[in-house]
């Protein structure tokens, strides 16, 4: 393992692969013999990206992958949800979790298995679906380290509940799943582990304890004032001027109430108010994203929103208070210290210096919902998917950001190797590392 500087481009994005000669775990020697299916269901999976909670033919294929290896299957979990169970005598349970669901975006990468696919979204419009954030090479990961575990039970002890959870893109397949039973479905689990695909090079895997990725919160203010005729201001109490006064003072929060040095977001996405120049509305909507890495500095943030509302609300006079309206919540992805530390040791000896430490990286996940809601600890670490040739080039030509498609461009497209292989190995090195490896010969643990 090893520190890198924290400040260039992304943040998984500070080591190029180099060849190491790491002692393979007997699961992973299966590797070589799944690779052509684990590329091809890949591919297909890819041309056929599902919409959030409409992973149909996607759980689907799980599902039957799943039991093909052997492995016990709940379908339907949460909507579009599918759970397998392998269990392989006493010992620790592990969750291992990959996310199903795609993005309305319109494939640009040209590759000869670009999506073609159009849905209806949620509002009734036609769109494009793409796997545009990758989780098309989670879920192939997912089932590769499961075909490899359940091939080889003579090499761990324990259980292992696969996770395939939908709708993570918008932040309730988690939720849902939590909800529609999944306790039930599993014996207690020691650890839940989780991975994204990101712009770094592929073949590259990244750890960081504690806070990893932030919470965001997206709140919906309406604020209200009196409609007049747009000649007669004096009639009025203007919302517009009002939600302006708002926006202005909202700035404050980040610059001037929160900690010097801790990331924190606060972004007015929507301003909406009026239909005309000549009526004054009555009212204002404004929509917040907020973006913490810590539940005081959330709270703190949150609170701050409120009094400027009420505050501002006060000072135009306005008629009846403001409302407010939480949507599209993800939780605080927060490492367990003595989890990450277990599964950072367990890729530092396999991956030599592909494996690396990282600050925390950016963007929200909803997967700690289910080990919090299991009282399990977790760790959630990244995998680079960038052709690491294309990352060197752009690294050095200092344009990373301009050069390499990041998670839900239309260009994004990791590549398939190393990509797939690390995703596989990581899943597996990282299970392994409760599930123990005993010596070779070791028996009598058939599969319960
Ligand atoms: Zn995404
Ligand atoms: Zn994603």
Not at 31 to 39: A, N, Q
Not at 136 to 148: F, K, S
Not at 401 to 423: I, K, R
Request: aromatic share 6%; with cysteine; proline share 7%.
């Amino acid at each position: 393992m090893r520190n890198r500087d924290p400040a260039v481009g992304y943040n998984l994005a500070m080591a190029i692969p180099s060849q190491t000669s790491p002692p393979i775990p007997s699961v992973l020697s299966g590797l070589e013999g799944i690779r052509t299916w684990v590329e091809d269901f890949y591919r297909d999976l890819h041309e056929h990206p599902e919409l959030s909670h409409r992973e149909v033919r996607t759980a689907d294929k799980v599902a039957r992958r799943l039991e093909a290896a052997g492995i016990s299957v709940h379908e339907g979990v949460g909507g579009t949800g599918v759970v397998g169970l392998l269990r392989n005598g006493e010992g620790p349970t592990v969750l291992l979790r990959a996310d199903m669901d795609a993005l309305p975006v319109a494939e640009a990468t040209g590759l000869s298995y670009a999506s073609r696919e159009v849905a209806t979204d949620s509002d009734g419009k036609e769109v494009s679906v793409m796997h545009a954030c990758g989780h098309d090479i989670h879920v192939a990961c997912l089932l590769g380290a499961a075909h490899l575990l359940a091939s080889h039970p003579e090499a761990w002890a324990g259980s292992v509940a696969f996770v395939f959870q939908p709708a993570e893109e918008t932040a309730d397949g988690a939720r849902a799943m939590v909800e529609s039973g999944l306790a039930g479905l599993l014996p207690r689990i020691d650890v839940a582990l989780a991975q994204h695909v990101l712009p770094a090079p592929a073949g590259v895997v990244g750890t960081h304890a504690g806070p990893t990725l932030s919470a965001a919160d997206s709140l919906r203010i309406t604020v209200f004032g009196r409609g007049a005729h747009g000649s007669m201001p004096q009639a009025s109490i203007d919302p517009v001027v009002l939600a302006a006064m708002i926006v202005v003072r909202l700035q404050t929060v980040v610059a001037r109430e929160t900690r010097p040095g801790e990331p924190v977001v606060l972004t007015v996405g929507k301003l909406q108010a009026g239909t005309k120049t000549n009526v004054i509305s009555d009212h204002a909507v404004i929509e917040v994203n907020i973006r913490t890495y810590s539940p005081e500095t959330r709270r703190a943030v949150l609170e701050a929103i409120h009094r400027i509302v009420d505050g501002e609300c006060q000072a135009s006079g306005s008629p009846k208070p403001a409302t407010y309206e939480l949507f599209d919540q993800f939780p605080l992805t927060d490492n367990d210290p003595d989890a990450t530390t277990r599964v950072s040791e367990a890729f530092g000896a396999f991956f030599g210096e592909r494996a690396v430490v990282v600050p925390a990286l950016s963007g929200s996940e909803d997967f700690s919902d289910i080990p919090n809601a299991l009282g399990a600890p977790y760790c959630y670490w990244g995998i680079g998917g960038t052709d690491p040739e294309l990352y060197r080039k752009a690294e050095e030509a200092g344009r990373v950001f301009e050069q390499v498609p990041v998670n839900h461009s239309a260009l994004f497209a990791p590549v398939m190797q190393p990509t797939l292989d690390t995703g596989i190995q990581t899943l597996v090195v990282a299970a392994l590392a409760w599930l123990g490896d005993p010596a070779p010969g070791a028996s009598g643990r058939g599969r319960a």
